[in-house]
């Protein structure tokens, strides 16, 4: 067997040696590979400057044909082995090389050819994986109503299974029938880390996670000065009114 840089060389379509800085039209073959079955080559015009290594071949194929650099595989012949896969680094043609490679053949990765079938690739299938953890994993999350609120609920605490995607608003109507029996028996708000959760959004996005503490406060409290509210006491420390502390959390948006 010849060694790999004769074998190399050998299955390459000899041309002028180029200089660096001088550009050369390149064919490559696109295999049938990315077709459906019975599908012919077809030859590509790829123009490089030199030195051009196997990389920028792939730069300019996805510039010119928009097929991915991580989907395409070049080798000097047409096998479909893998074997002769080009690594990235090879230089195409350049000032110091005998030879310049201006035919390469152009095949899908195993990747590619997922693509061509239709059937998910790998980053496809970890988003789907992700996806399904998700719904499949619900968080198990205490929320705890600090004794310094007062109130019918002072001091106690449940642990509600939830979906990680459930909305801290649809949260927190679960969370007031459990504590008060009703909505809005006292007027509340859910907060983590400090700060209250918005309605709208899904409580995994909010950084809750599993086997999370959410503080159920009290939302007039809170709004006067969040700062002060903690699992021991929820009392506010502020001066403001009645009217004062309404204004400020309706100015919070939530």
């Not at 959004?201 to 406060?217: F, K």
């Amino acid at each position: 067997a010849l060694p790999q840089h004769q074998h190399i060389a050998s299955m390459s379509c000899c041309a002028a040696v180029p200089g660096d800085g001088d550009r050369v039209v390149l064919s490559v073959v696109k295999s049938s590979l990315w077709a459906d079955q019975g599908a012919e080559d077809d030859v590509w015009p790829v123009e490089v400057a030199g030195p051009a290594t196997i990389a920028d071949v792939k730069e300019r194929i996805a510039e010119l044909y928009g097929v991915p650099q991580q989907l395409q595989r070049l080798q000097l012949d047409p096998s479909s082995s893998g074997r002769c896969a080009l690594p990235d680094s090879f230089l195409v043609f350049g000032a110091g090389l005998h030879e310049a490679y201006s035919l390469l053949h152009l095949l899908p990765t195993a990747e590619g050819k997922s693509t061509i079938q239709g059937e998910p690739s790998v980053a496809d299938v970890g988003g789907i994986q992700l996806e399904e953890s998700l719904q499949s994993a619900p968080y198990d999350v205490q929320f705890v109503r600090p004794q310094g609120c007062g109130g019918h609920a002072a001091g106690r605490n449940i642990t509600l299974q939830l979906d990680p995607m459930a909305l801290a608003g649809d949260v927190q109507a679960m969370v007031e029938i459990q504590l008060f029996g009703s909505v809005g028996v006292e007027p509340v708000v859910l907060a983590f880390n400090g700060e209250p959760l918005s309605p709208d959004m899904p409580i995994q996005l909010a950084g809750v996670s599993h086997r999370s503490t959410v503080l159920v406060e009290d939302a007039l409290h809170f709004a006067a000065d969040p700062g002060n509210c903690s699992e021991d006491g929820c009392e506010s420390h502020g001066s403001g009114s009645f009217d004062d502390a309404m204004q400020s959390w309706a100015s919070r948006g939530y």
